[in-house]
């Protein structure tokens, strides 16, 4: 999700969807004078008694909690008030577009052409977010961006679940009339648009429990089984991707098994996403595959584009491409898959406390770390953030204030998906006796 620089990254994206939008329709020319686009509050807009600018302003004069998501993840504390999870804080932005004019219908003209960017956009897309945050030297290469531009990049608005979505606003006379007079501004033609939702998760540490190992002999609960019975589709589909000795995540090197229908064919690829990569990874099954089951190897080794620094950990979805002689190409549907760091070293380990109590640990792990994953290392059931890292690693820092003497599992989690601390290759499963570390 995004972090406290998302609302400001909304107002920086769509000034640049008004900006690009009105240089591809050559508003200028129209007009005949050159359109400047502001986000600044009405009142700070520099007008004269016998004139306005030739300017559009994007003001952000509202922000309230969204319905759907307010209720998310709550309760977040346990009953000793300490905090479990970062339920977000999720925002409805409602934003006031206001045209201004030096002469006749050029207002109208230029709310005309706003009008209509943000009624064929009405998502704001990932690419778009991203294009539009990239810092890029100022036309001339006359210095440096301000700072807060220089900062929007880090919002991680463009990894946020939800896409931000625009919907125009209708204001009656009332609400106009008491927005321009709390502005103390003189009215000028506008309209209100609303941008929904920004999710703004915040990065304090939580407590998570250990994994459970087994569950008791009491415990009934149902496991959903297929209906043997069920007509299979005439078309490709994925029922179902297991990672091996049922662990809840894959890890690099593992052989995934995939269930499905239809899944034969001339030429058979598997196709992983996930969000921080520009293009799909494909990958060809496991020779033996059949209609219904399909391995795949996710590799292991530093060759060519299949390198581990290129499988980042986090949530991937599946999907396979299936090609027959003479028919057209068809993909099945998308599944979800985790893919878990893997702890390769913990140092030092006894790790001694200094005098304030503080423990720093380093971590080396697979697949590298990159800078905007959010990464932390759970000592038990207690979370510690990693110190920042300003490139793609494989070593991480994690400093430990008031760490508590002994023995603790330890799992490493990256964008939500833990390491595998529970050995289940045996029965009953156990935990893996080399991811801890002792603290003296």
């Known amino acids: 999700m995004s972090n406290a620089l998302a609302i400001a990254a909304v107002t920086a994206v769509l000034k640049d969807l008004l900006d690009n939008g009105l240089i591809d329709r050559n508003v200028s020319s129209t007009i005949g004078a050159p359109v400047t686009i502001s986000a600044l509050p009405p009142d700070r807009v520099k007008t004269t008694d016998n004139s306005d600018p030739t300017q559009l302003n994007l003001f952000l004069y509202h922000v309230a909690p969204n319905q ?10 346990n009953g000793r008030g300490e905090r479990l999870s970062n339920p977000p804080l999720a925002l409805d932005l409602f934003y006031l577009l206001t045209a201004y004019g030096k002469q006749d219908f050029e207002a109208e003209i230029l709310l005309g052409y706003a009008m209509q960017l943000l009624h064929e956009t009405p998502v704001l897309t990932r690419d778009a977010i991203r294009r539009s945050l990239v810092p890029t030297s100022p036309v001339g290469g006359g210095g440096l961006l301000p700072p807060p ?26 609400e106009t009339s008491k927005l321009w007079s709390a502005i103390q501004s003189n009215y000028r033609p506008s309209v209100a648009y609303q941008a929904s939702v920004v999710l703004v998760e915040s990065t304090r540490p939580a407590r998570s429990p ?41 890890r690099l090197g593992d052989l995934l098994e995939i269930s499905g229908h239809n899944l034969d064919g001339d030429s058979v690829t598997v196709r992983f996403t996930h969000p921080l990569l520009t293009a799909p990874i494909s990958l060809t099954p496991q020779p033996g595959g059949t209609a219904t089951d399909l391995t795949v190897k996710i590799p292991d080794v530093a060759d060519d584009s299949q390198a581990p620094a290129n499988w980042p950990a986090g949530f991937y979805t599946l999907a396979a491409t299936i090609s027959q002689a003479g028919q057209p190409e068809q993909t099945t549907n998308e599944l979800a898959l985790a893919l878990a760091p893997t702890i390769l070293t913990i140092t030092p380990d006894p790790a001694a406390r200094d005098n304030n109590g503080r423990v720093t640990l380093t971590v080396t792990c697979k697949p590298q770390v990159r800078p905007e994953q959010r990464t932390s290392l759970f000592l038990n059931d207690r979370e510690v953030p990693a110190q920042p890292h300003p490139s793609t690693t494989d070593t991480l820092t994690f400093r430990v204030d008031a760490a508590s003497p002994g023995q603790h599992r330890v799992r490493l989690r990256v964008d939500g998906v833990d390491s595998l601390l529970v050995d289940r290759s045996v029965t009953p499963p156990v935990f893996d006796p080399s991811q801890s570390v002792t603290i003296t």
Request: proline share 18%; charged share 20%.
């Open 68 to 77: 759907g998501w307010r209720n998310v993840g709550l309760p977040s504390r």
């Open 149 to 174: 531009l220089n900062a929007l990049p880090a919002s991680e608005l463009a990894e946020q679940v939800e896409l931000i979505k625009l919907t125009l606003q209708p204001t009656n006379t009332e």
């Open 210 to 250: 250990l994994p459970v190992l087994t569950r008791g002999s009491d415990d009934r609960a149902p496991v959903a089984e297929p209906d043997p019975t069920a007509p299979a589709p005439p078309f490709p589909i994925l029922l179902a991707v297991t990672p091996p000795n049922r662990q809840p995540s894959a």
